[in-house]
C-alpha cells in the first residue's frame, strides 16, 4: 500500500493528528513516506487529512504505471495544507524566472489541483504576466526551464485568451478543453461521459463492498451492510439526474431535503418522520458519498467550489426538546424494577450489563470469555494508578469499545457477577469455549450479531427486550416504549448523578469525556478508580432493583399461562400463613401450580 488511508487515530504525545502519506526520496536515495503533522484540532486536521488525500491522488493519476513521489514542488504545496494554510503561497522558482513564467506556472498549478486555493508572492510579477502576450496552455506538462519553455512558445506567437487576475477564492482556472493530448503528457485522464446520479451510487456500493470487506469474516463489515442501506435509500428518494446537472444547488437541495426529515412508512402502514438521528446518518454518508465522488477517476463529476459551505445542520425539534427535559429518554426505577421481576435469565444479564457497564446490544453481542475476570482483584499497578483497593471478592469486565477503540474496565455488581457465573457456565456446554470467543451465544450456538440469510442485522437483543416490555404490560402494568440502547443511556446517567460529566464520559467510553481538553488522555489516565466508587453508589441505588429476584436470580420465569401477578399473589398468601387450598382458591390457580410455585419460592431462600 502506497498510502495510509484509515481513520485518524489518536494524537500523538505532542497533542498533534499526524498522517503518513506518499513517498519520497531522502537524502540517499532511499523511497520512504512523509509524515504530516495535522493540528492539535480533530476536525480540522480531518478536513487538512482530505485534501492531502486528493492532492496526492492526483499526483498518483498523473504517474500512471510508473511509482509516484513527492517532489520538491508538490511537497512543498502538501506542506503547505498540512499547516491548513488557506490560500497557499507560491514564490518564482528563480530570481530570473519571467512574468508570463511565473503567471502561467500559477494557473497551470490551479488547473492541476482545483481543490486548492493559490495565490502569488509576487504580486508585481504576476500582474505583468497577466498582460496581452500571456497565454495558458491548460494541456502541456512544464519541463525543464519554465522561462525557456514559454519563451519557445512566445517565438511562434501562439495566440490564447489571457489569463485571470487573483481573486478572493485562489487563482481562476479557464473553463479551457485541450483539442488534443500531446505526446508524452502525463495529465490525469478523466472520463467524459452522460453518467447518472444512480450509476454513480452503483460505483460507490461497489467500492464499499470492496474498501470494507473482512477477510476474517469473509464479508463485509457491519458498518458496510449499514452504508449500503442508506445508498440504496438515496436511489428511492432521490431522481436519477445526469451529474452534470449536480451543481450547487441540486447538491443544497438534497441535503435540504434530509435535514427537513421526510416521512417513512411504518410496519404497521402509517407515516412518521424519520427520526433525527438516523437523518444525522443519511447526511453524513451523502456527504462521504460526494467526497468519494469527487475524487473517483472513474467520473468526471467535481464538486462545487462552495461545497463545504452546504448547511448540514439539522433543525431542532420543538417536541423533541421538551421530551428531552421530561427525560423520557431514560427508564425511571420503577421501571427497572419491572424488568427486573419479568426478566428471564438471559433478559436479565443483558438488562444488568446494560445498567452496570453501559453495553448496547453491539457490547454484549461482541464480548468475550478472555473479557471477564471474575472474582479477582485489581493489578497493583491498576490499584495505584486508580487509587481504588480491591480484594478477590470483586469482579470485572474489561472491554475495547469498537467505535471508539479505548478501553474500559468496569466493577460488577454482585448480581451481574451472578449472571456471568451462570453465563460461564452455560457457555462452556456449547461448542469452542475459548477465551478469544463470544460470550453469549444463541441457543443453536450462533453469535448474537450474526446477520439473517437475506443479509438483514441481527435483531436478537433488541427483539427480546420487546418481548419483555410485552409481558409486563401483558400483565396490566405500565412501562415507556424506549428501546432496549436507552438502557445504556440511563447507566450513563446515573453515573453522573453520583458523579460528574467527565466520570459518566469515561464510564460511557466517550472518545474525548472532557470536551475543553482535547489533550487530556495524552498527559493522563482516565480515572476509571472514580469510576468505580460511583458504580458502587449506583449499586446501592438499585437494591429495589436487585430485590425483585431476592433469591437465585438465574431462576426460569414462571411459565406463560401463570403471570407474574399470580405468582407474587401465592407468595404473599404463603408469607401471610394461607394454606394451600385457600391460596388456589383466592388466586383461581390448581392446588398443583400453587404447590409448584411455593416450591420454587422455598427453594430460592
Known amino acids: 500500500m502506497a498510502t495510509r488511508t484509515g481513520r485518524l487515530t489518536r494524537p500523538d504525545r505532542s497533542g498533534q493528528y499526524a498522517r503518513q502519506l506518499g513517498w519520497k526520496h531522502n537524502s540517499r536515495q532511499q523511497k520512504v513516506q512523509h509524515k504530516f503533522r495535522l493540528g492539535t484540532d480533530r476536525r480540522e486536521a480531518e478536513s487538512r487529512d482530505e ?31 498540512a499547516k491548513g494554510i488557506d490560500r497557499i503561497p507560491l514564490p518564482p522558482l528563480m530570481e530570473e ?7 502561467q506556472r500559477l494557473q497551470t498549478t490551479q488547473d492541476r489541483f482545483p481543490f486548492l486555493k493559490f495565490q502569488p508572492t ?44 487573483t481573486s478572493e477564492t485562489g487563482i481562476v482556472a479557464y473553463d479551457y478543453q485541450p483539442q488534443s493530448q500531446p505526446a508524452g503528457s502525463s495529465s490525469p485522464q478523466v472520463r467524459e461521459d452522460n453518467a447518472t446520479l444512480h450509476q454513480a451510487l452503483d460505483s460507490y456500493e461497489a467500492w464499499i463492498r470492496e474498501h470494507y470487506f473482512d477477510i476474517d469474516l469473509n464479508d463485509i463489515t457491519e458498518h458496510a451492510h449499514t452504508k449500503i442501506g442508506q445508498v440504496r435509500t438515496f436511489k428511492s428518494r432521490h431522481e436519477d439526474l445526469p451529474l452534470h446537472k449536480i451543481d450547487y444547488n441540486q447538491i443544497e437541495g438534497m441535503y435540504r431535503f434530509w435535514r427537513q426529515r421526510p416521512l417513512k412508512m411504518t410496519h404497521d402502514g402509517t407515516q412518521v ?34 461545497f463545504n459551505d452546504i448547511d448540514r445542520r439539522i433543525p431542532q425539534d420543538t417536541e423533541m426538546v421538551k421530551q428531552r427535559i421530561r427525560n423520557v429518554d431514560t427508564f425511571r426505577l420503577e421501571e427497572l424494577q419491572l424488568l427486573n421481576r419479568y426478566a428471564t435469565p438471559i433478559e436479565r444479564l443483558y438488562l444488568l450489563l446494560g445498567l452496570n457497564c ?66 460461564l457456565a452455560r457457555r462452556l456446554k456449547q461448542p469452542n469455549p475459548a477465551p478469544e470467543e463470544r460470550l453469549i451465544l444463541t441457543s443453536k450456538g450462533k453469535p448474537l450479531d450474526q446477520r439473517s440469510p437475506n443479509g438483514n442485522p441481527s435483531r ?25 440502547k436507552c438502557m445504556r443511556k440511563t447507566a450513563g446517567d446515573l453515573i453522573r448523578r453520583y458523579s460528574d460529566g467527565e466520570i459518566s464520559g469515561v464510564f ?44 437465585d436470580p438465574t431462576q426460569r420465569q414462571p411459565q406463560a399461562y401463570t403471570t407474574r401477578k399470580a405468582v407474587d399473589q401465592i407468595r404473599e398468601l404463603h408469607q401471610q400463613g394461607a394454606s394451600v387450598r385457600e391460596i388456589s382458591e383466592v388466586t383461581g390457580k390448581s392446588r398443583m401450580t400453587v404447590h409448584r410455585h411455593l416450591n420454587q419460592f422455598n427453594g430460592s431462600e
Open 97 to 103: 524566472e519571467s512574468a508570463i513564467s511565473y503567471a
Open 358 to 423: 453501559g453495553f448496547g446490544a453491539k457490547e454484549i453481542a461482541t464480548l468475550t470469555i478472555g473479557e471477564v475476570f471474575l472474582h479477582q482483584a485489581l493489578a497493583a499497578d491498576e490499584q495505584e494508578m486508580f487509587d481504588f483497593p480491591s480484594s478477590t471478592a470483586d469482579s470485572f469486565l474489561s472491554l475495547v469499545r469498537n467505535k471508539t477503540t479505548i478501553v474500559g474496565k468496569y466493577l460488577l455488581f454482585e448480581q451481574t457477577t451472578k449472571m456471568l457465573e451462570w453465563c
Open 460 to 484: 436478537q437483543i433488541p427483539n427480546s427486550f420487546a418481548r419483555l416490555k410485552k409481558r409486563i404490560r401483558d400483565d396490566h402494568n405500565q412501562i415507556s416504549d424506549l428501546p432496549f
Open 508 to 551: 460511557l467510553l466517550h472518545g474525548q469525556p472532557v470536551k475543553a481538553d482535547k489533550l487530556s488522555d495524552v498527559y493522563t489516565n482516565r480515572p476509571f478508580g472514580k469510576v468505580y466508587q460511583a458504580i458502587r453508589k449506583v449499586e446501592g441505588y438499585l437494591q429495589p432493583v436487585f430485590a425483585e429476584v431476592p433469591g
Open 273 to 306: 418522520r424519520i427520526s433525527r438521528h438516523s437523518i444525522r446518518h443519511y447526511i453524513g454518508e451523502l456527504h462521504r458519498f460526494f467526497k468519494w465522488l469527487h475524487r473517483s477517476g472513474e467520473f468526471s463529476w467535481r464538486k462545487p467550489e462552495d
Open 122 to 165: 509576487d504580486e508585481q510579477r504576476y500582474a505583468e504576466g497577466i498582460g496581452e502576450r500571456a497565454f495558458q496552455l491548460k494541456d502541456i506538462v512544464l519541463r525543464g526551464d519554465p522561462a525557456d519553455y514559454f519563451q519557445s512558445y512566445l517565438e511562434k506567437k501562439v495566440l490564447s485568451p489571457p489569463l485571470q487576475p
Open 51 to 81: 485534501l492531502l488525500r486528493q492532492l496526492w491522488e492526483r499526483i498518483e493519476a498523473e504517474a500512471g504505471q510508473q511509482a509516484a513521489l513527492w517532489d520538491d514542488y508538490t511537497l512543498e504545496i502538501a506542506k503547505a495544507v
